[in-house]
Antibody, heavy 120, light 106 residues
Framework: EVQLVQSGTEVKKPGESLKISCKVS????????IAWVRQMPGKGLEWMGI????????RYSPSFQGQVSISADKSITTAYLQWSSLKASDTAIYYC?????????????WGQGTLVTVSS | DIQLTQSPSFLSASVGDRVTITCRAS??????LAWYQQIPGKAPKLLIY???TLQSGVPSRFSGSGSATEFTLTIGSLQPEDFATYYC????????FGGGTKVEVK
């Protein structure tokens, strides 16, 4: 069974760093791209970027380029989304999702989401 | 970048209604589209990919069609579990999502 299990809720202050995770199981981690999607409170879905774990090829949405960093650790089949300095506007739910097939393609499995709250 | 505009943004409907949601691209989309359903408090769920292919396990009352700049998601007969928000996604370059259509109880 394909599963993407994300790390838990985070409450941070502006300026702090953060790394959230997406643990994958049930298929070959290096064979499919993993994407990150943001959903701000009461808003729609925004594609942030995507990584191919086999070689760590990363593509970013222009809106998120330079704002976040996406990485993966093949040894523990986990993808990461990282911030070096959080802002209040980073408050959102963040989803990881498996992209099916060759890039670009649809997202067939999703994690449960990680709520990140940034507040002083 | 290609922008995707969904219409309507909100839709009030009753159980049994036929519902159509439109997704318009700012320029011709040479590749295809996907549709997702999101129930409040839950992760999005894939309904349709490659414009018209039903994801495994999705009821056949859902269908997709379209090409170039206009795509549609149709729910043939709305069921209670279908009240949700629906998103289209452009499957090219930046994997952009549309703004969403919330289907509410009339």
């Amino acid at each position: 069974e394909v599963q993407l299990v994300q790390s838990g809720t985070e409450v941070k202050k502006p300026g702090e760093s953060l790394k959230i995770s997406c643990k994958v199981s049930g298929y070959s981690f290096t064979s499919q791209w993993i994407a990150w999607v943001r959903q701000m409170p009461g808003k729609g879905l925004e594609w942030m970027g995507i990584i191919y774990p086999a070689d760590s090829d990363v593509r970013y949405s222009p809106s998120f380029q330079g704002q976040v960093s996406i990485s993966a650790d093949k040894s523990i089949t986990t993808a990461y989304l990282q911030w070096s300095s959080l802002k209040a506007s980073d408050t959102a739910i963040y989803y990881c999702a498996r992209q099916r097939g060759s890039y670009p393609s649809h997202f067939d499995y999703w994690g449960q989401g990680t709520l990140v709250t940034v507040s002083s | 970048d290609i922008q995707l505009t969904q219409s309507p943004s909100f839709l009030s409907a009753s159980v049994g209604d036929r519902v159509t949601i439109t997704c318009r691209a700012s320029q011709g989309v040479p590749s295809s589209l996907a549709w997702y359903q999101q129930i409040p408090g839950k992760a999005p769920k894939l309904l349709i990919y490659a414009t018209s292919t039903l994801q495994s396990g999705v009821p056949s009352r859902f269908s997709g069609s379209g090409s170039a700049t206009e795509f549609t998601l149709t729910i043939g007969s709305l069921q209670p579990e279908d009240f949700a928000t629906y998103y289209c996604q452009h499957l090219n370059n930046y994997l952009t999502f549309g703004g969403g259509t919330k289907v509410e109880v009339k």
